[in-house]
């Protein structure tokens, strides 16, 4: 899962993706990797799970080999314009990007590509052996993994579109870049994430690189008829709930991939706690 | 009309369950005498099935099995159709519709979804049709979009992002010609590799004569959200939580006055004492271990809910309503009735109107 050079993590709101990234984070760092996790969007939850109080665009070092930063428009814009485009200096850079960031809200692919742009740059500029990014949720995933393909199909020629190709071809490449769909084993959780598997398959963009489960409850090992036979109290109550609950979620893990699962993690109260202990859990399988 | 509506909005994070709790709601307040409508936003199959909801375009339909409950999914374009045929010329209005811009517009702009949610509240509010409407709110970071959105879309339109395209306070047509001729453009265009800005710049001139309209209706939007009762879902996660602070420290930008917090997926208070103390009446050594094992971890989870949820009935001086956690989410209207069944203070919010 971390060998590759970009990881991209997407999932449903509120799965636990941004735990997801720190977690990995964590675990290639302490494997000696030099890694940077990126928060694209904002609000994230990924400063928390890092255990510090804010990203800037600036990477900052959480600890030794791990980097974070996170993605803000105007200045991705500035970079997209200067070192991806290489837009002459000799230009009115304030009103040019002015009118890029009216365009930026209009026309289809350019917010998107100058976001996703971030990532890829910071794999192409080979400072890094592994980049992590803490994607948009599942509703605009595909959104941003078909911007280069929007903006080829929108602009014929010049610096953008050669751009946008190269963010293509980066992202397609199934040594370099991959795609983790965290998800959780609840109805609107997995059936998003099944309709975007057939989705990202179908269109080759990027290589699902797996599919993870998180907040998995194990099973008590009694029954639920054994349960509900005891006197009714709290104990009988949180038995049964307990039980229903890994019904449910076995009925919903039976129809995705059996990749790595996550434990639900009972007792875990700070977002940096809950990360620290996935990375531990991930230490058997990534 | 003199009709007294119930307008109920349920906002809130994604993933807490809110449009179940809207389904839920709306299927408590139908009745022979009170006509309700629903409409949601992007419902899980299982509910859209157990609410029949299988037609598009923003027109209720009856829900089998309840009476007086009719429930609508949110078509974001459609509503969007609808405002461009009322609010521009038929000629501009075609213009609009065929362009591609528009599209993205309508699918993209965060604010677009939630502008199409309170419009279509509007509509039923002022349809006449109802005694009661429920409405579920799209997705949005910090739940205020649904209140903002009006007034952002009209601001929009009105030319805020053709003042910065153009530099220019009050463009027209003549202006927009000037501005394409305009050097920087010609570098973008060479940059950018085409006419990008100028087709940008001609759109958002066809979407500016909507804008007296859209002013006066956001103005109107307003009015019927402030009227409503506003109810902020939630679960005990700490993602939602801070979602839920976040609404209520951004809430004077709006003045809406939520009515309660909805705690949904609510653990037991009493789990937490229960877990310190020795279980009794299970004869079974091995079943008892494991019971009083699994009790003091969901005990926990208990305890951490309650800390989480303090701060915010504390600091906003607002009503929690907690909805237990059911191990399945309801898929029927019958487990819809029940999710609600046991739960206290509801009938003093849904009789206010």
Partial sequence: ?286 | MTREITTIIVTGAGGVGKTTISAALATRLAGPDRRTVVMTVDPARRLADALDLHSLGNEPSPVPGVTGLWASTLDASASWEGVVHRYSDPDVAERLLKNNYFRAIADRFPAAQSFAAAETMAMMIESGNWDAIVVDTPPSAGGLDFFLAPSQTAELIGGKLLRWLTGSQLPGRRFLYRFTGRPILMIADAVLGGPLLEDVAEFLLDLRTMYDQLAARAVTIKRHQQRATTLVATTADPAPVAEVLRFFEELTDVSIEPAAVILNRALPLDWTVASRQPIRGIPDAELRAVLKANLVRWGGEARRQTTSMEGIADRYGVPLITVPWVADSPTTVGGLERLLAGVEGLDELTAKS
């Avoid at chain 1, 900052?60 to 980097?67: A, C, D, M, N, Y």
């Avoid at chain 1, 200067?82 to 850079?93: I, Y």
């Avoid at chain 1, 104990?235 to 039976?254: I, K, M």
């Fill in chain 1, 1 to 286: 899962m971390i060998e590759r050079r970009l990881l991209i993590v997407s999932g449903k709101g509120g799965v636990g993706k941004s735990a997801v990234s720190a977690a990995l984070g964590v675990l290639a760092a302490r494997r000696g990797k030099r890694v940077l996790v990126l928060a694209m969007i904002q609000p994230s939850g990924l400063a928390a799970h890092l255990g510090v109080d804010s990203l800037s665009y600036e990477p900052t070092r959480i600890q030794p080999g791990l980097f974070a930063a996170a993605i803000d428009r105007s200045h991705a814009l500035e970079e997209y314009l200067g070192l991806q485009l290489r837009v002459p200096r000799s230009l009115p850079m304030r009103q040019f990007s002015g009118a890029l960031s009216v365009l930026a809200d209009t026309a289809p692919g350019i917010r998107e590509i100058v976001t996703m742009g971030k990532p890829i740059f910071e794999v192409l500029r080979g400072e890094w052996d592994l980049v992590i990014a803490d994607a948009p949720p599942l509703g605009q995933l595909q959104s941003y993994l078909s911007a280069p393909e929007t903006i080829t199909g929108l602009v014929p020629t010049g610096a953008v579109r050669e751009q946008a190709s190269r963010l293509e071809s980066t992202l397609s490449d199934p040594l370099v870049s991959g795609l983790l769909l965290v998800t959780t084993p609840e109805e609107l959780a997995v059936v998003e994430t099944r309709e975007a598997i057939a989705e990202i398959d179908a269109s080759r963009q990027i290589l699902i690189a797996g599919v993870v489960a998180n907040r998995v409850l194990d099973p008590l090992g009694v029954s639920a008829e054994a349960i509900a036979a005891v006197p009714d109290s709290p104990a009988r109550a949180a038995g049964l709930l307990h039980t229903g609950l890994v019904e449910s979620q076995s009925f919903w893990l039976d129809s995705i991939p059996d990749d790595p699962r996550l434990p639900f993690l009972f007792g875990f109260h700070t977002p940096a706690e809950v990360s620290a202990r996935l990375a531990e859990i991930c230490e058997s399988f990534a």
